[in-house]
């Protein structure tokens, strides 16, 4: 089964930094566009960064600009999140997604989510 699998997350104190991984399989996610998002209680889930198939180009949202940085790694089949500088706003469930270049296909994939907390 296509399976993209969410890890790194934990707790970490105001300022500090976290690493988060996206690993995927039984899929091609070099043909992929990546995103990760995060849902925080109460709220609802929100586009954080995206990067596209190839690497070539980035897109964050403007809370996190200059702060996390989104890479991928096709040989690896792995992306990640680096979030530096983090405030205890950050604090949510961290997902991963990757979707299909073509999006007419409609081959989109989530991962579990990882937690991330921000707190002394």
């Known amino acids: 089964q296509v399976q993209l699998v969410e890890s790194g997350g934990g707790l970490v104190q105001p300022g500090g930094s976290l690493r988060l991984s996206c690993a995927a399989f039984?899929?091609?996610?070099?043909?992929?566009?990546m995103s990760w998002y995060r849902q925080a209680p109460g709220k609802e889930r929100e586009l954080v960064a995206s990067?596209?198939?190839?690497?070539?180009?980035?897109n964050y949202a403007e809370s996190v600009k200059g702060r996390f940085t989104i890479s991928r790694d096709n040989a690896k089949n792995t992306g990640y999140l680096q979030m530096n500088s983090l405030v205890p706003e950050g604090t949510a469930v961290y997902y991963c997604?990757?979707?299909?270049?073509?999006?007419?296909?409609?081959?989109?994939?989530w991962g579990q989510g990882t937690q991330v907390t921000v707190s002394s």
């Open positions: 997604n990757a979707r299909h270049v073509i999006t007419a296909w409609g081959f989109d994939y």
């Open positions: 039984r899929f091609t996610f070099s043909r992929y566009t």
């Open positions: 990067i596209t198939n190839d690497g070539t180009s980035t």
